[in-house]
């Protein structure tokens, strides 16, 4: 169907700009693999699992310390993430081993194959070995590269999540407050991961067992800004929006059985 032709389209063109970085050093290399250039969004649901794995049969057959072989396999973790969460903690378990084997002087690929293998300790439910992960990354990130860096600080915006996951939510809070002026200074006040910030804050004011009505109305307040801005930018149908709509009209339900 048209939907098969127009996925084939994006493998071939993430083919073509993996060839141009390879022989001539330009344009977006790996990126067109999990990102749309036309938009500026990154691909979910049945695309990305379907470039995943288009992907790492691309490259599966190159010498373990490929790097594209390398970064096919902890793309395809990443967008088995929420189809086959088993399957991906797996693969992202053997991309951090291979890491561990052969990039073990680069930290950074070492925090990013931690932070992928978090992010299904996340979806699985197992938020204690999710949180100690993103405690050790964001605390790399702090000293390697300062509290103002933007992996910094989207490592932060993981962290947060986990704790309320974990339902530690006036740490939540704390840090959230903390965290959130410095985003809106580096990245600006509508960047994802700035919305991100706000919306954890919410999640943490609103699971607070300390919580009054003025708490919920900042709730509501920080969600109404969410959800615009995640409709203006992504548009009604996307996850993130889509997410932040039900969070909405979960604390209004709230709010109107306080009146």
Same mark, same amino acid.
């Given at each position: 169907?048209?939907?098969?032709?127009?996925?084939?389209?994006?493998?071939?063109?993430?083919?073509?700009?993996?060839?141009?970085?390879?022989?001539?050093?330009?344009?977006?290399?790996?990126?067109?693999?999990?990102?749309?250039?036309?938009?500026?969004?990154?691909?979910?649901?049945?695309?990305?699992?379907?470039?995943?794995?288009?992907?790492?049969? &691309?490259?599966?057959? @190159?010498?373990? #310390?490929?790097?594209?072989?390398?970064? =096919?396999?902890?793309? $395809?973790?990443? %967008?088995? !993430?929420?189809?086959?969460?088993?399957?991906?903690?797996?693969?992202?378990?053997?991309?951090?081993?291979?890491?561990?084997?052969?990039?073990?002087?680069?930290?950074?690929?070492?925090?990013?194959?931690?932070?992928?293998?978090?992010?299904?300790?996340?979806?699985?439910?197992?938020?204690?070995?999710?949180?100690?992960?993103?405690?050790?990354?964001?605390?790399?990130?702090?000293?390697?590269?300062?509290?103002?860096?933007?992996?910094?600080?989207?490592?932060?915006?993981?962290?947060?999540? &986990?704790?309320?996951? @974990?339902?530690? #939510?006036?740490?939540?809070?704390?840090? =959230?407050?903390?965290? $959130?002026?410095? %985003?809106? !200074?580096?990245?600006?006040?509508?960047?994802?991961?700035?919305?991100?910030?706000?919306?954890?804050?919410?999640?943490?004011?609103?699971?607070?067992?300390?919580?009054?009505?003025?708490?919920?109305?900042?709730?509501?307040?920080?969600?109404?800004?969410?959800?615009?801005?995640?409709?203006?930018?992504?548009?009604?149908?996307?996850?993130?929006?889509?997410?932040?709509?039900?969070?909405?009209?979960?604390?209004?339900?709230?709010?109107?059985?306080?009146?």
């Amino acid at each position: 169907g048209a939907g098969l032709a127009h996925v084939a389209c994006l493998v071939r063109q993430a083919e073509m700009s993996v060839k141009e970085w390879d022989e001539q050093d330009t344009g977006h290399g790996m990126a067109k693999w999990h990102t749309c250039f036309d938009c500026g969004q990154d691909f979910h649901g049945a695309v990305i699992h379907a470039l995943g794995w288009a992907c790492w049969k &691309t490259y599966l057959g @190159r010498a373990e #310390s490929d790097i594209y072989r390398y970064a =096919a396999m902890g793309g $395809l973790g990443g %967008a088995l !993430r929420l189809e086959d969460p088993e399957e991906a903690l797996l693969v992202l378990e053997a991309h951090l081993a291979l890491t561990r084997r052969h990039w073990s002087h680069g930290e950074e690929c070492i925090l990013t194959s931690q932070h992928n293998l978090a992010a299904i300790f996340t979806v699985l439910k197992r938020h204690d070995e999710a949180l100690v992960l993103h405690r050790e990354i964001y605390s790399r990130r702090v000293a390697t590269l300062g509290v103002s860096n933007e992996s910094t600080i989207i490592s932060g915006s993981n962290m947060l999540v &986990t704790l309320n996951d @974990r339902g530690l #939510s006036e740490e939540a809070k704390v840090f =959230a407050r903390d965290q $959130l002026p410095v %985003a809106r !200074r580096t990245l600006g006040s509508d960047h994802h991961c700035t919305l991100n910030i706000n919306l954890s804050l919410a999640v943490a004011l609103g699971n607070s067992p300390n919580r009054a009505r003025d708490d919920l109305l900042e709730v509501e307040t920080i969600l109404q800004h969410v959800f615009q801005r995640r409709r203006q930018v992504f548009g009604p149908a996307h996850p993130a929006t889509l997410h932040a709509e039900k969070k909405l009209s979960s604390i209004r339900a709230v709010l109107a059985r306080c009146t």
